[in-house]
């Protein structure tokens, strides 16, 4: 079985606390869904291979070591699109390919209606970028389909998952490794997390009226 990495960082309890705020607007809740993508890319690439290079300091030869893989970042759309730019920043090499997704408000199974991930050329690293993970179903599916592109090493980095969707994600796909910055209670009769945030997307685009 692959991790689940809760990373129970103080300045990430701080800003998750904003978020999770009724009365955080939508440019800082933007803001801040920034931040946390880099927190927790932070932790998620911990394990990534490198490889050793020469350097010359001003002073003399050392050697240095530089990330050995290209890494495709593949937000689901909407909500994931506001971890992307943190993370860019920390890995600028980084390619971003987007997989769009909403959940059928009845059913709350994923309808897929976007997908940019090229026929060839497969990443063998590829970070999924969504910040809530409630049933798993939108996690799940996304995976399947970068499973099927070609990547090996896949890790789904989100802010808020429920035991429901972890517990549904790690039986679908158990080689998956899992990053979050908190474990909430449960899933209401809508499908939200609780406590949770709301709707993540709505909140970031300013379209939760
Ligand atoms: C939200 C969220 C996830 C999904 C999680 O997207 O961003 O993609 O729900 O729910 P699940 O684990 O039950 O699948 P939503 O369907 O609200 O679309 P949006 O991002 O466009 O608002
Ligand atoms: N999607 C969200 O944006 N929030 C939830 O609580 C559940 C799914």
Redesign the pocket.
Known sequence: MADLTITNHPLIQHKLSILRSVDTNATVFRHVVNELGMLLCYEATRDLPVRPIDVDTPLMKTKGQIMREHIALIP?????LGMVEGIWTLIPNAHVFHIG???NEET?Q?VEYYNKLPHQHPFNTAFIL??????????IAAITIVKKWGARRIKFLGLIGAPE?IHALREAHPDIDIHLAAVDDRLNER?YILPGLG????RQFGTDF
Not at 130 to 139: F, I, K, R, V, W
Not at 199 to 202: F, L, P, T
Request: glycine letters at 24%; hydrophobic letters at 40%.
């Open positions: 689901i759309l909407r909500a994931g997704f909403y959940r709350l994923p969504d910040p809530m993970l409630a049933t798993g179903g939108s996690a969707g499908g709707d993540a997307g709505d």
